[in-house]
């Protein structure tokens, strides 16, 4: 061997470790990066015509396990899902209350109640009244209040929807860009690692948002589609959506605008990830709580109203038809007309013809009646707050099926019931959403924080690994190093003699 050719193969194996610390360098200021994983170079000896002559690096590669990499990749969508449902719930369970704490809808009715209970030892007591009027604005109140938190809670969805939107837009954008440059890079030879990198974290984020999952082609360029089977646009078109406010009676298809690619509704398209948890809460989980709530004020103004006593209405004195009802619980509120004159709540406000189906006859006390007429105040009790509307005849129940803006709610408990009941059912039915919602959310999260261990210990940078490649490669270019001092030394002998 001369001692150019020692010299050329020290210099290659100085070159190729060269590679192999930018290469860890880069492992090292990664580690803590959630969607990096590790790469790599593999190193092979050159010959020329059965002699050695240095050492080649291959172009980068990623140390990925692809099974665990997409499994990680759908855990991703599946815990942003639940935990975008989830966060909205427990929004809405700061607002209904604790039960048996006096801020509920059971122990506001009960309040009710009660209220009527002491005017009735006394229909002319003027406080008492008043306290039956205090009592009810409670409840309208609290109605209300969550009522106004629905609402909340759905236009928020349809803002982060919107928000998101334009997120994914960006991500789609660049993971096109990126293809691109893979493309072109693989035809060249050449490493696309760090394309890959970088690809592989977009990724992550279109599947926090939608849940999308990636599929390779030969070319290392890939496809982003949902589990509903829309191809996300990594080239030219965006998804679109028109801002909107929402109220209690829009709905999608309807009043609210749809998710559009190339002038096309694709909501149904999106039903994965954090963007698909927006539109289930827009267009399902929060209708369904609206309805409720819809279903229990209608039903709490109309047994009232049968016996006698408008008590409940929307601010005109009106109380909505079921048909109508969706909305009613953010309007619902005490009667003006009995508000003025607390009176009322003794004699009544309007006369009831006799059914065999529902009320006895009622005609409201006359101004200047009796004093302590009770008549009115017994059927609140008996009947607007039990369970028949005459005795030996059910109350009819409160509507629990078509509900919503477009009629395909319905609701998971029995309308049959007291006004009580019925308020216990909505707090219950919102809980056990809640509940349902917190716990898929924290095996969600569980799984995802499993895979991404997994997917850690399989593709991520182990700093003992890079430490312990390091020295390996700091001796062996401390031994070409060598090789190059002592052809070096050689060289100058050889001048030397020459001179």
Do not use: C, W
């Not at 975008?84 to 006096?102: E, F, K, S, Y």
């Not at 039903?271 to 709530?293: F, K, V």
């Not at 004093?371 to 609140?380: E, K, M, V």
């Amino acid at each position: 061997m001369s001692l150019d050719t020692g010299l050329g193969i020290a210099n290659s194996g100085l070159a190729a470790i060269s590679q192999q610390f930018a290469l860890i360098s880069q492992n090292v200021a990664n580690a803590s990066t959630p969607s990096y994983a590790a790469e790599s170079s593999s190193l092979s000896s050159k010959s020329a015509g059965g002699i050695g002559s240095g050492v080649a690096s291959a172009p980068a590669t990623l140390n990925i396990d692809h099974a665990v990499q997409s499994a990680l990749v759908s855990s991703m969508g599946a815990a942003s899902y639940q935990a975008t449902i989830a966060n909205a719930m427990n929004g809405l369970d700061q607002v209904m209350g604790t039960p048996g704490q006096g801020n509920d809808l059971s122990s506001l009715t009960a309040n009710l109640q009660s209220s009527f209970t002491a005017l009735l030892n006394d229909p002319s007591n003027a406080a008492q009244q008043n306290a039956v009027i205090s009592a009810a604005q409670g409840l309208t109140g609290q109605i209300n209040n969550i009522a106004m938190s629905i609402g909340s809670a759905r236009q928020a969805a349809q803002d982060q929807m919107s928000a998101s939107l334009t997120t994914l837009n960006t991500s789609l954008t660049q993971i096109g860009t990126l293809n691109t440059q893979i493309i072109a890079l693989n035809k060249q030879g050449l490493s696309t690692a760090d394309l890959q990198n970088q690809r592989n974290g977009l990724v992550q984020t279109v599947a926090q948002l939608t849940g999308a999952k990636s599929i390779s082609a030969p070319n290392g360029a890939i496809s982003l589609y949902t589990a509903q089977g829309l191809q996300l646009p990594t080239t030219g078109a965006s998804l679109q959506i028109l801002p909107s406010a929402i109220g209690a009676s829009d709905s999608y298809p309807g009043t609210i605008p749809a998710i559009t690619l190339n002038g096309q509704d694709v909501t149904a398209g999106l039903g994965g990830g954090s963007i698909g948890a927006a539109i289930s809460l827009r267009d399902q989980i929060l209708p369904a709580q609206q309805a409720s709530l819809d279903s229990f004020a209608q039903t709490v103004a109309s047994r009232f109203a049968a016996q006698g006593l408008t008590l409940f209405s929307d601010p005109t004195g009106a109380i909505p038809s079921t048909a109508s009802m969706t909305g009613f619980a953010n309007a619902i509120t005490v009667n003006p007309t009995v508000t003025a004159n607390p009176a009322l709540v003794r004699d009544g406000t309007n006369a009831v013809v006799a059914s065999a189906t529902g009320a006895t006859a009622f005609t409201p006390n006359p101004p200047g009646g009796p004093a302590g007429f009770s008549t009115l105040i017994d059927r609140i009790i008996n009947f607007s707050l039990g369970n028949q509307v005459q005795a030996g005849v059910p109350q009819p129940p409160a509507p629990t099926t078509g509900l919503g803006p477009v009629g395909t709610i319905t609701l998971p408990y029995p309308g049959d019931a007291t006004i009580g009941n019925l308020a216990t059912s909505v707090v219950a039915s919102e809980a056990a959403t809640s509940a349902a919602a917190q716990a898929a959310s924290t095996q969600a999260g569980q799984t995802q924080s499993a895979l991404q261990t997994q997917a850690t210990q399989t593709s991520g940078v182990s700093i003992d690994q890079q430490m312990g490649t390091l020295v390996s490669l700091q001796n062996a270019y401390a031994a070409n190093a060598k090789v190059v001092g002592i052809a070096q030394q050689m060289m100058q002998t050889m001048e030397a003699m020459i001179s």
